[in-house]
């Protein structure tokens, strides 16, 4: 059998730890909020562009046309391949752009862009 003060112990410890864990904590905020424009710090690294310049080369196996274009179909560029013919060009796409559809001669193609160039050549 547990004797009284041994019980009281234990439990004067378990509502000790209670109270304890129950505090608040008084550590400041690690990102404060700006009350203007002027008070936003940002690292001299950080890109502010929101677009980025792609070099494509594209060529085709007969003289048509390509359309370049985003998944939901906006175009970005249209251009005239003339066959067996490598053609070049750069396009300022949104920087959050990962992928291109090309549409040449009834096919659809998609490409990744991992850099800032991307060869192709339709079959």
Known sequence: ???????????FLVIL?????CQKENDPQ???????????????????????E??????GYANS?????HADGTLFQKVFLKKNEPFTLRLNIPAAEKKLWL?????RIELEITGSEI?????
């Open 1 to 11: 059998m547990i004797k009284m003060k041994t019980l009281k112990g234990i439990l």
């Open 17 to 21: 730890l209670a109270f304890n864990s």
């Open 30 to 52: 690690p990102n404060p909020t700006p009350n203007g424009i002027k008070e936003i710090v940002v690292k001299s690294t950080f890109d502010w562009k929101t677009t980025q």
């Open 54 to 59: 792609v070099s494509i080369q594209l060529t």
């Open 65 to 69: 046309v390509c359309v370049i274009s």
């Open 103 to 107: 549409d040449y001669m009834g096919q």
């Open 119 to 123: 060869v192709y050549q339709f079959n």
